[in-house]
């Protein structure tokens, strides 16, 4: 006598059946894409690029500091950028007597420095420069922090400097407001930009820092 599988065997032994299971298969490719449209989550957003968006961003803005300390190297358009509490101008930069030569240049004093009591009327962003293309502006435009962290939107000052193509050196004074400083950390934007353009932010080639003391 040949005994037949129970109903419960069999149906669990058709259920694994290489036929029927293709068959689930294709129906359940066909099927699950216009469930998944049908029932697309609203809340859904792509965490991956949202992630690398902002690290590009992060990325951007420390590029865009400026080593203060280790100033003596090529940095963004600047073959060399200081912070300086004053400037001298040296000897050889002049021909006749009133007269300055082609390559006239300028040199900080005391580079590096980043830290100001209330009482400093004024010190300086000496550079030096590539020749240019075409007559072009730098400017610097400085904003108080008052978190320390986070540049204020109101502007405390800017400065700016028309230079010629045959112009290598240059300087920006960065002055006390009339009301006098606020303690604390500042924001200095540097710009490249055409002569008489207002600010604008992509044209900011770097960034610097200082803080005033009491």
């Known amino acids: 006598m040949i005994r037949k599988p129970s109903s419960a065997r069999y149906v ?4 694994r059946s290489p036929s029927r299971i293709g068959l689930a298969m294709l129906l359940f490719a066909l ?12 809340s859904f957003t792509p965490q991956a690029a949202t992630k690398e968006s902002e690290g590009s ?27 300086a509490r004053d400037i001298k101008v040296p000897w050889d930069t002049f021909g006749r007597q009133g007269w300055m030569t ?12 980043s830290e100001f009591s209330a009482d400093t009327d004024i ?22 922090m008052p978190d320390g962290k986070t540049p204020s939107e109101e502007l405390t000052g800017t400065d700016a400097l028309f230079m ?8 920006l004074e960065i002055y006390r407001p009339e009301d006098g400083w606020k303690k604390g ?12 353009q207002e600010l604008y932010d992509p044209n900011v080639i770097g960034t610097m820092e200082f803080t005033i003391t009491e």
């Open 123 to 144: 010190f300086y962003l000496v550079f030096a420069v590539s020749a240019l293309d075409a007559p072009s502006q730098y400017r610097a435009a400085w904003f108080h």
């Open 164 to 171: 010629e193509m045959n112009e290598k050196a240059g300087y």
């Open 57 to 83: 961003v992060t990325a951007t803005t420390e590029l865009m500091a400026l080593d203060q300390e280790n100033w003596q190297r090529p940095q963004s358009a600047f073959k060399w950028i200081a912070m």
């Open 185 to 196: 950390k500042y924001l200095v934007k540097l710009y490249f930009e055409s002569p008489g």
């Open 102 to 113: 082609d390559d006239a240049y300028v040199e900080p004093v005391d580079p590096g420095a």
């Open 12 to 15: 669990h032994r058709v259920d």
């Open 31 to 42: 099927v699950m894409p216009s469930v998944a449209v049908g029932q697309e989550d609203k």
